[in-house]
């Protein structure tokens, strides 16, 4: 076991560390947001399949280009969206098209609505530009056979995470099953007599809500796990232990939160180490610095175990800087981060040398990001109100100094990935 490593370290165990990706199951598109493909997707055709109207307006062929300047062209037909009837285009003749209708033949060239003037000659109506030294290019606001995507294309990759954009994509390719992972269960454990479960009401002034365990069942169904919310223990040690290994049978994750520092009743951490290979404790890292990773094993049986800090602030940053790793692995692939430059608005005091992660406002003037740690209380690891809309951690490099006012850091923009 290695103890109280750089972030830089833990990072790299967990990104090598021997990961088995979980099973792949079939379910309808509808039911896999927030899922992860276990197999990449194909268009089954082009799309469009034929030239399209992007837009309201006059099909031509480009070579009347210089009659529809003079003379005019005579309407022929009128080509509404969605019909079946194809039509072919005459010699000096313009078509009535509209958005989404197929091209007739012999035309190339869509003229706006608003470009044109009709006037009548007779019995026949004519459309002119009304601006004859109007620029057209040919082949303009038509959408071209394949343009949104050719058969066989490759349009979605295994591994890629199912979004409400990835819906819509599946809709359009009217695939109505698709192949992803298995969800993994990820059992959450919160530990401490001073812990009081949501609804729960008590006469005692030093207790704690039971905030972790539903802010990381929260966190773990939005990146597309399961979660498995085990019932609070206190502090006693066999039955920390009983759940222990009742979740270690069942999970494919498990979280621990609190029991981890140097208390006397902090058993978890003991028991951490007697049921899993250890491969780290300890990070050189604020908040968090008590966090621990540990693997069990039995037979091809895996379970990736994170003992992560009580306070919510420090579970929360443990959660999203290692534990999502290992969820994201389960699922066969990697946990993208998001990292933006942002200019400070007021000092960042350094009094400590650990690599920190600090919450922090962030607002965009002028198409520049800014951060700011005023509205931020002090006691970062406790407050869960710290981590509110426009939120990202500005990441303070180990062993940095404080940074002045203007000064330029990176931000860790958790928020917008989740």
Not at 320 to 334: D, N, V, Y
Not at 342 to 354: G, H, I, N, Q, Y
Request: glycine share 8%; net charge negative.
């Amino acid at each position: 076991m290695r103890t109280m490593i750089s972030y830089d370290e833990a990072v790299e165990i967990l990104r090598n560390i021997p990961v088995h990706t979980l099973p792949s199951q079939k379910v309808i598109f509808t039911q896999a947001l927030n899922r992860y493909l276990a197999q990449d997707v194909f268009a089954s055709k082009n799309v469009p399949p034929f030239p399209t109207s992007s837009m309201d307006g006059y099909a031509i062929s480009s070579a009347d280009i210089e009659i529809l300047r003079t003379k005019g062209l005579a309407i022929q037909a009128t080509n509404n969206a969605g019909i079946e009837q194809e039509f072919t285009i005459q010699p000096a003749h313009t078509i009535r098209t509209y958005t989404g209708s197929r091209m007739p033949n012999g035309a190339d060239t869509i003229i706006l609505r608003e470009d044109i003037t009709e006037t009548q000659v007779q019995d026949t109506m004519f459309v002119r530009l009304k601006d004859p030294t109007q620029t057209i290019k040919p082949a303009q606001w038509v959408r071209q056979v394949g343009e949104n995507y050719t058969k066989g294309q490759k349009l979605l990759e295994s591994g890629t995470r199912i979004t409400p954009f990835e819906i819509g994509l599946l809709a359009d390719l009217n695939q109505v099953f698709v192949q992803v992972v298995q969800k993994p269960k990820v059992g959450i454990l919160s530990i401490g007599d001073e812990i009081l479960e949501v609804g729960e009401e008590s006469d005692r002034t030093n207790a704690l809500r039971s905030v972790n365990n539903h802010l990381l069942n929260a966190l773990v169904e939005t990146l597309g796990g399961e979660g498995i919310l085990y019932p609070k223990v206190g502090d006693d040690r066999d039955s920390i232990r009983a759940l222990y290994r009742q979740a270690l049978r069942q999970c494919d994750i498990l979280l621990t939160t609190g029991g981890m520092s140097v208390g006397d009743f902090d058993f978890t951490k003991d028991i951490m180490a007697q049921e899993t290979e250890m491969i780290f404790k300890g990070v050189r890292l604020k908040p968090g610095k008590p966090v621990a990773y540990g693997i069990y094993s039995s037979g091809e049986k895996q379970t990736h175990v994170f003992g992560l800090p009580g306070y919510p602030n420090s579970c929360v940053a443990t959660f999203l800087l290692f534990a999502r790793k290992i969820l994201a692995r389960l699922c066969g692939t990697q946990a993208g981060e998001l990292v933006l430059e942002a200019t400070l608005l007021d000092e960042a005091v350094r009094v400590d040398s650990r690599m920190e992660f600090r919450a922090c406002d962030v607002e965009v003037r002028d198409g520049k990001l800014y951060a700011s740690f005023a509205s931020k209380k002090t006691l970062q690891s406790s407050m869960i109100e710290n981590l509110g809309a426009h939120t990202a951690f500005a990441i303070l490099q180990e062993g940095g100094e404080s940074l002045p006012k203007g000064a330029v850091v990176p931000l860790l923009v958790f928020r917008d990935f989740i």
